[in-house]
């Protein structure tokens, strides 16, 4: 494989045109949706405008990122059993959403998860909490989309050499950025939209493609995936099996699929997008169907990869794992198919960068902003300016770290923003709206509690570094190459950071004397009933 002239048996220049027809495409359709984004509640929540199915497809389209496409069907082909994990639990997440969090939400709040808070606390400090959780989960999740970039397009049009890779990094950013200014959540959701349906379309016709090879056969595929990588693809372990300190692993890992999907800000954001608690329900039905479907066809992809493609190959070429799907697009379709499932996986990783820093913007705008700085003494215009101020820096922060973390495997980066999404977020979200004695001191110690365990366990971690040197390779599996500062043994630190900030704010809660009695009780009606929800939203 020469990797300065892109993947053998690709053709880099169709690569590119599929690619410029697509971004041409969606940037029209912004700019068309930008006409009617004249106040704050069209620019965050679309207007309120989008149907339980339209906001479930674009649901679906936020959250099957490029750690869904690119990462999970690296891990299965490499890993088998193990890499699968990463689908289940990303899809057993979406229960905890649908039946704790979705319609309470969507009848308490208005635009961010700091409303939800502040309706029965003192409004600057959770506030302000919120909005820094949000922006640390964004930040995390976008590494993730931007990594995802860097290793696709370094796949794709063979750009060899650290430099150029950087330069592709920050064109995705500069993309997504002009998605989110210009267009703002309808914008931003009509893409989701677009590229949900381009993904499911294209991993279903790959799936049936992969499964026509082997009889229509999933045992047939096994089988040929075993013959090419080993028996250890289908059984449990080959992961995360080999020691007690990687199945404690796994099970940190799992915990954080299941728990971070429920905390993370900008799916959050997408219930305030429809008219109705009925809408909110409908939207993760929806979401549910298509998400589940679309994991099913992971372990296709992934066992097909292993089979076509084989682990050595993938293990070797630029993006490493990431590279999966793409090759063995190039292995069933050649360089047309590679071209069109290239151009997906870009307008994935765009579709959810731009919902991600929408979300990061609104927060810090809406929040911080205008409730915190302003005390709600603001005019729409200029807190949708500040949002998009905030956009921009939101975007050169995620350039700046997707170049840090290129060699990453997606999946992985996106397993740590649920983490600090279930630790940091998840915990003030359920204690705010089940446990009438949670107050102002319980939400900020498990908001920045949660945070600051979670990301110092992170940051100690072999995620980070000191994690052996692959002999095949020559790097080490750790961000940081060449130094060992960790003392935390596991990846993920969710087994630990979920249970301490759930702690946490019990701990600050039955420490202080506020109780708001009177204020739960109309939070608990409104979320339950959705009375008075519409009022809270016109003014």
Same mark, same amino acid.
């Given at each position: 494989?020469n990797?300065?002239?892109?993947v053998?048996?690709?053709?880099?220049?169709l690569?590119?045109v599929?690619f410029?027809?697509?971004v041409a495409?969606t940037l029209v359709?912004?700019f068309?949706a930008?006409?009617n984004?004249?106040?704050?509640?069209d620019?965050y929540?679309?207007g309120?405008?989008?149907t339980?199915p339209q906001?479930?497809?674009?649901i679906?389209g936020?959250?099957?990122?490029?750690?869904?496409f690119?990462?999970i069907?690296?891990?299965?082909?490499?890993n088998?059993y193990?890499?699968?994990?990463?689908?289940?639990?990303f899809?057993?997440?979406w229960?905890?959403?649908?039946l704790?969090?979705?319609?309470?939400?969507?009848?308490?709040?208005k635009?961010?998860?700091?409303?939800?808070?502040?309706?029965?606390?003192?409004?600057?400090?959770?506030?302000?909490?919120a909005?820094v959780?949000?922006?640390?989960? *964004? @930040?995390f999740y =976008?590494?993730a989309q931007?990594?995802?970039? %860097? +290793?696709l397009?370094n !796949?794709l049009? /063979?750009?060899s050499?650290?430099?150029?890779?950087d330069?592709v990094?920050?064109v995705?950013g500069?993309i997504?950025?002009?998605?989110?200014?210009?267009g703002?959540m309808?914008?931003?959701?009509?893409v989701?939209?677009i590229?949900?349906?381009l993904?499911i379309?294209?991993?279903?016709?790959?799936?049936?493609?992969?499964?026509?090879k082997?009889?229509? *056969? @999933?045992?047939g =595929?096994f089988?040929?995936?075993?013959?090419? %990588? +080993?028996?250890?693809? !289908?059984?449990p /372990?080959?992961?995360?099996g080999k020691t007690g300190t990687?199945k404690l692993?796994?099970l940190s890992?799992?915990i954080a699929?299941?728990l971070?999907?429920?905390?993370?800000p900008?799916?959050?954001?997408?219930?305030?997008?429809v008219?109705?608690?009925?809408?909110?329900r409908?939207s993760?039905v929806?979401?549910?169907?298509?998400i589940g479907?679309f994991y099913l066809f992971t372990?296709?992809?992934g066992?097909g990869?292993?089979?076509?493609?084989?682990?050595?190959?993938?293990?070797?070429?630029?993006?490493?794992?990431?590279?999966a799907?793409?090759l063995?697009?190039?292995?069933?379709?050649?360089?047309v198919?590679l071209?069109?499932i290239s151009?997906v996986?870009?307008?994935?990783?765009l579709a959810?960068v731009a919902g991600?820093?929408i979300?990061?913007?609104?927060?810090?705008?809406h929040d911080v902003?205008?409730?915190?700085?302003?005390k709600?003494?603001?005019s729409?215009?200029?807190?949708?300016?500040v949002a998009?101020?905030t956009?921009?820096?939101?975007?050169?922060l995620?350039?700046?770290g997707?170049?840090?973390a290129k060699?990453q495997?997606?999946?992985?980066?996106v397993a740590?923003a649920?983490?600090v999404?279930a630790?940091?977020n998840?915990?003030t979200i359920?204690?705010?709206?089940?446990?009438k004695?949670f107050?102002?001191?319980g939400?900020?110690w498990?908001i920045?509690?949660?945070l600051?365990v979670?990301i110092v366990?992170i940051?100690?971690s072999?995620?980070?570094?000191?994690k052996?040197?692959?002999?095949k390779?020559?790097?080490?599996?750790?961000m940081?190459?060449?130094?060992?500062?960790?003392?935390?043994p596991?990846?993920?630190?969710g087994?630990?950071?979920?249970?301490?900030?759930?702690l946490l704010g019990?701990?600050?809660?039955?420490?202080?004397?506020?109780?708001?009695?009177a204020?739960?009780a109309e939070?608990e009606?409104?979320a339950?009933?959705?009375?008075g929800?519409?009022?809270?939203v016109a003014?």
């Amino acid at each position: 494989m020469n990797t300065a002239a892109g993947v053998e048996g690709s053709n880099s220049t169709l690569n590119i045109v599929i690619f410029l027809i697509f971004v041409a495409i969606t940037l029209v359709i912004v700019f068309r949706a930008s006409r009617n984004t004249k106040t704050a509640s069209d620019y965050y929540a679309a207007g309120r405008a989008f149907t339980g199915p339209q906001n479930g497809i674009a649901i679906s389209g936020d959250y099957l990122s490029a750690a869904s496409f690119l990462g999970i069907a690296g891990a299965i082909a490499v890993n088998g059993y193990d890499g699968f994990l990463y689908s289940i639990g990303f899809l057993v997440a979406w229960l905890v959403a649908l039946l704790l969090v979705a319609e309470l939400l969507r009848n308490t709040g208005k635009f961010t998860m700091g409303d939800v808070l502040a309706f029965r606390m003192r409004q600057t400090p959770v506030r302000a909490a919120a909005a820094v959780s949000t922006l640390a989960v *964004s @930040l995390f999740y =976008l590494l993730a989309q931007m990594a995802g970039a %860097g +290793g696709l397009v370094n !796949l794709l049009l /063979g750009i060899s050499g650290e430099a150029g890779q950087d330069v592709v990094i920050a064109v995705v950013g500069v993309i997504m950025i002009l998605y989110v200014l210009i267009g703002g959540m309808k914008g931003t959701t009509w893409v989701q939209i677009i590229k949900a349906g381009l993904l499911i379309a294209g991993a279903f016709a790959m799936t049936l493609w992969v499964l026509g090879k082997y009889g229509f *056969s @999933l045992s047939g =595929l096994f089988q040929a995936a075993v013959d090419k %990588g +080993g028996k250890a693809l !289908l059984d449990p /372990g080959k992961q995360y099996g080999k020691t007690g300190t990687t199945k404690l692993d796994f099970l940190s890992l799992g915990i954080a699929l299941v728990l971070g999907t429920a905390g993370l800000p900008h799916v959050l954001m997408r219930f305030y997008t429809v008219p109705t608690a009925r809408d909110a329900r409908r939207s993760v039905v929806w979401a549910i169907v298509l998400i589940g479907v679309f994991y099913l066809f992971t372990l296709v992809l992934g066992y097909g990869a292993g089979a076509l493609v084989g682990p050595d190959k993938i293990s070797h070429a630029p993006g490493t794992t990431n590279s999966a799907a793409p090759l063995l697009a190039l292995e069933l379709g050649g360089p047309v198919l590679l071209g069109f499932i290239s151009a997906v996986a870009f307008a994935t990783i765009l579709a959810v960068v731009a919902g991600l820093t929408i979300t990061a913007s609104a927060s810090f705008a809406h929040d911080v902003y205008a409730s915190v700085l302003k005390k709600g003494q603001v005019s729409t215009g200029g807190e949708v300016r500040v949002a998009r101020v905030t956009a921009l820096v939101i975007g050169a922060l995620a350039i700046a770290g997707g170049i840090l973390a290129k060699s990453q495997n997606v999946a992985f980066l996106v397993a740590l923003a649920f983490a600090v999404a279930a630790s940091a977020n998840l915990p003030t979200i359920l204690y705010s709206l089940f446990w009438k004695r949670f107050n102002t001191q319980g939400a900020l110690w498990s908001i920045y509690g949660g945070l600051l365990v979670t990301i110092v366990l992170i940051v100690f971690s072999p995620a980070v570094s000191g994690k052996p040197v692959d002999p095949k390779t020559g790097k080490s599996a750790s961000m940081i190459q060449g130094v060992d500062f960790h003392w935390f043994p596991l990846d993920n630190p969710g087994l630990v950071s979920i249970p301490a900030a759930f702690l946490l704010g019990w701990l600050g809660t039955v420490l202080s004397k506020e109780h708001n009695r009177a204020k739960y009780a109309e939070m608990e009606v409104r979320a339950l009933t959705g009375a008075g929800a519409e009022k809270a939203v016109a003014h």
